[in-house]
């Protein structure tokens, strides 16, 4: 039987949620992707670049979830199993460089569901984007994620 | 120290990136970056889960896969450079597979007094196939500066 997929909740947003970094977790997401640049791992590194601290790699805004925001509330959501979904797309634009100790309020809306046939038959691409603010108010990033549902 | 890899002057349209070559991926990485991220999806942690959900197997997940994009610009251009990096994921990479992460730069331009460098990129398995495609754009310092 074919899967539908919930389109009612284009346009939804989750509610917003803070993170802050922590020096160990930029650590453990730099050794996990076997990235081992010393201005991600070594603080005395850290100190003494141009930004005073050890900065996290460009992805690791992808740690930044809510359990109120995460996947598996977009798949109930959409009502979805998580068996039927795919990473598509992702995008980060990066205004500053992350540094440890900071603190972030993310916004995660869906912006756009369309449905396409694809190889392997029908499927549905749900489009997410999070922003990413500090404590002063200004935009530090933007994630933009494509979940790919086979229907 | 210096943290300037490359500089704006000697970059060019056509320019190739060196390649960065990561794996063979074996299943205590997908375990590790499930940690690091968050990600506990156990279609790329549970072998029985994946074959059950028709993925013929554990797979990595993408984000790891642009992890290696993401580290392959910044060992060229650079730690703190990367403006915007975007990525379509194309195949699966299964465990034991290479992955080759390459690029090409296609556009330089000034903006915002950043002078920043478009590349293509893209990663591909140990049989040439593209498993990852996308853009990258990056801010880096001149030598004027």
């Not at chain 2, 299943?27 to 959900?53: C, K, M, V, W």
């Not at chain 2, 990525?87 to 990479?93: I, K, Q, W």
Request: some cysteine; hydrophobic content about 40%; overall charge neutral.
């Amino acid at each position: 039987m074919a899967v539908q997929v919930n389109r009612s909740v284009i346009g939804k947003e989750y509610p917003a949620y803070v993170v802050t970094v922590e020096r160990g977790k930029i650590k453990e997401f730099a050794r996990a992707i076997g990235d081992l640049n010393q201005h991600y791992l070594d603080d005395a590194v850290g100190r003494a670049s141009p930004w005073g601290d050890v900065i996290a790699p460009p992805t690791f805004p992808i740690t930044f979830r809510d359990e109120r925001a995460d996947a598996e509330t977009l798949l109930h959501d959409l009502g979805v199993d998580i068996s039927r979904v795919l990473h598509g797309e992702q995008e980060f634009e990066v205004h500053r460089p992350i540094r440890p100790g900071e603190t972030f309020t993310c916004r995660t809306r869906i912006v756009d569901i369309h449905e396409k046939a694809g190889r392997s038959g029908p499927m549905a691409f749900v489009r997410r984007e999070t922003s990413i603010v500090d404590r002063a108010g200004d935009l530090v990033g933007t994630m933009r994620h494509t979940t790919v549902v086979r229907l | 120290m210096r943290y300037a890899k490359v500089h704006f002057e000697d970059v060019q349209v056509g320019d190739e990136m060196p390649a960065l070559v990561k794996g063979p991926i074996r299943q205590i990485q997908l375990t590790r970056y499930a940690g690091a991220s968050g990600d506990f999806n156990p279609i790329h942690q549970d072998p029985e889960f994946a074959q059950a959900a028709g993925m013929g197997g554990v797979f990595a997940h993408g984000m790891l896969s642009m992890g290696f994009v993401a580290q392959s610009v910044t060992d060229w251009l650079g730690v703190g450079t990367v403006r915007k990096l975007g990525v379509r994921f194309t195949a699966l990479v299964r465990l034991k597979d290479v992955v080759t992460c390459r690029g090409r730069v296609v556009g330089t331009s000034e903006k915002n007094g950043e002078r920043l460098v478009e590349l293509e990129v893209w990663a591909e398995n140990q049989r040439g196939e593209k498993v990852v495609t996308g853009r990258a754009t990056a801010a880096i310092p001149s030598r004027l500066d």
